[in-house]
């Protein structure tokens, strides 16, 4: 058998890599044939069954060969003859969907499977598309075997070979259950498809003997979490798994999630991409330099549930931080003012633990190094202006401290309009030059922090003057000064400037 690979398709490649931890390896150019046929014969005895049967309804629609009626031969009220006639149908179809990469390759087979540029498959999948096509009932999210929209000479069907079809019947064990839907994970990385599929497989194939042994019909949700926080929860454990077995840091993937379904009933699609930066970041994030502060802010972000009745509160089904790292680098400015400097926003409803965030309450938090680290690798932010933000909110701390200028610091932290930060620094700067010393900022400082080049105001200047406090907090708060002054300190304003 020639070496299998990643072919660049999310759903056949973690269909191969389902296939991949099934027989226990570590890439699919290690498959064997032995492996193959063990996969197959498994998929050959469960598919038939509960839970699997009506869940992979979810993948390959009612009409696919282990769901069809018209082939169940344990339907009520079937003579003998019936029963039997039936089961034959079904083994015919799930030999032609299962074994065919097993067949004799056909030589003269003029097309070629568009995801392996292997052959086709020669016996046919559907009584109404020709052999070696398949269609939505064998590729999940494409069309029915009849249409002929977006399709070359309107000849419906799209080649596809015995292995493709393997890995496509594999893949929903390699995928998360949520919410209904599969979740399934791709990367340019082939040891992070390999453990997402490995990890949603083991759980998926232990809560199909539960459900077996309990003789449940449906298959249980793979977790209670949301789509967005599962992923960054198991990213963060094969980071650190990566970690482990390497010993050394390596470049970062990139990563992108597929929520679907292909019920008949409404095929759907989210796409949730995660992009090289994020990752980077959180690479760097969750190493040994970082590791705590990260993890503070990560512990904050749980959903706030509430215990009912006596009973136990429930597991939380998100994570605020996680799930905002997809609006990532868009959304960069709300995410540095809510989970860096601690600023309450506009939160999901009841729960959101964002809603419930202060600045000065929680200035433990706050960390300079990794506000740096982030504005670095996501916001890819100009180094000297890093350099001007964080010596202007030096200066401003030295200043509050020595001055006590508590009317300064309430000005520029609650101003809510770029005039008003402008005039706090000015007055600040013009009492500092009349006691002798230098102004608090300059003009080349000034233009870094808070504008453009040739003075045309930044779009962002809330987000040089969130920088400047969250540096200046911090300096504030490791002084002792905030804790010293918190009763005289402004409160912070839910849903306030960041939503203007």
């Not at 998929?43 to 082939?71: C, E, G, H």
């Not at 400047?468 to 504030?476: A, G, N």
Request: hydrophobic share 40%.
């Amino acid at each position: 058998m020639d070496h299998l690979d990643y072919t660049g398709h999310p759903f056949v490649d973690v269909g191969l890599a389902t296939l991949t931890a099934y027989a226990r390896k570590r890439h699919p150019r290690e498959l064997t044939q032995d492996d193959l046929q063990a996969a197959a014969d498994y998929m050959a005895r469960s598919y038939i069954v509960n839970p699997l049967k009506s869940f992979l309804s979810v993948a390959f629609t009612s009409n696919a060969w282990f769901n069809q009626d018209a082939y169940n031969p344990d339907k009520p009220g079937l003579s003998p003859e019936e029963k039997e006639k039936r089961r034959q149908k079904r083994e015919l179809w799930q030999k032609r969907h299962l074994y065919q990469w097993n067949q004799p390759l056909n030589a003269q087979a003029v097309e070629i499977d568009i995801y392996t540029g292997r052959p086709v498959v020669v016996e046919p999948l559907s009584q109404r598309l020709r052999p070696g096509r398949g269609a939505r009932a064998q590729i999940p999210l494409t069309i029915g075997d009849e249409y002929i929209n977006f399709l070359p000479y309107g000849d419906p069907g799209t080649p596809i070979s015995g292995i493709t079809l393997l890995a496509l019947y594999m893949m929903p064990l390699g995928c998360a259950k949520v919410a209904g839907k599969l979740l399934a994970v791709h990367s340019d990385d082939p040891d992070l498809i390999l453990h997402f599929a490995r990890t949603f497989l083991t759980t998926n194939l232990q809560n199909v003997q539960a459900a077996q042994a309990a003789g449940e019909k449906k298959l249980p949700e793979t977790s209670p979490r949301r789509a967005r926080t599962l992923l960054i929860e198991h990213l963060m454990g094969a980071m650190q798994e990566q970690k482990r077995k390497q010993g050394a840091e390596e470049p970062p993937a990139t990563l992108t999630a597929y929520h679907f379904t292909n019920s008949g009933q409404g095929a759907d699609l989210t796409i949730y991409p995660l992009p090289l930066e994020v990752a980077n970041f959180l690479a760097v994030a969750t190493s040994p330099g970082y590791r705590d502060a990260w993890a503070a802010l990560v512990d904050r972000g749980w959903q706030i549930t509430q215990a009912k009745r006596g009973r136990e509160a429930p597991p939380p089904t998100y994570n605020r931080l996680y799930e905002d790292l997809f609006d990532l680098p868009e959304q960069a400015a709300a995410f540095i003012r809510r989970y860096f400097l601690r600023r309450p926003g506009r939160g999901w409803g009841k729960g959101d633990p964002t809603q419930t965030y202060h600045t000065q309450q929680e200035a433990a938090l706050i960390s300079w190094r990794l506000t740096q680290l982030f504005l670095e690798k996501v916001v890819l932010m100009d180094e000297l202006r890093i350099q001007h933000i964080r010596e202007l909110g030096d200066d401003l701390a030295r200043y509050i401290v020595a001055q006590n200028d508590r009317r300064f610091f309430r000005h520029f932290y609650m101003a809510r309009h770029y005039g008003q930060v402008r005039a706090a620094l000015i007055k600040a700067s013009q009492a500092q030059v009349k006691r002798g010393q230098p102004p608090l900022v300059t003009l080349e400082r000034f233009l870094a922090v808070f504008e453009q080049v040739e003075g045309v105001p930044h779009a962002d200047w809330r987000l040089g003057r969130d920088l400047v406090l969250i540096r200046m907090f911090e300096q504030l708060f490791h002084q002792g000064w905030l804790q010293e002054h918190a009763a005289e300190l402004p409160e912070d304003e839910e849903n306030d400037v960041e939503h203007e």
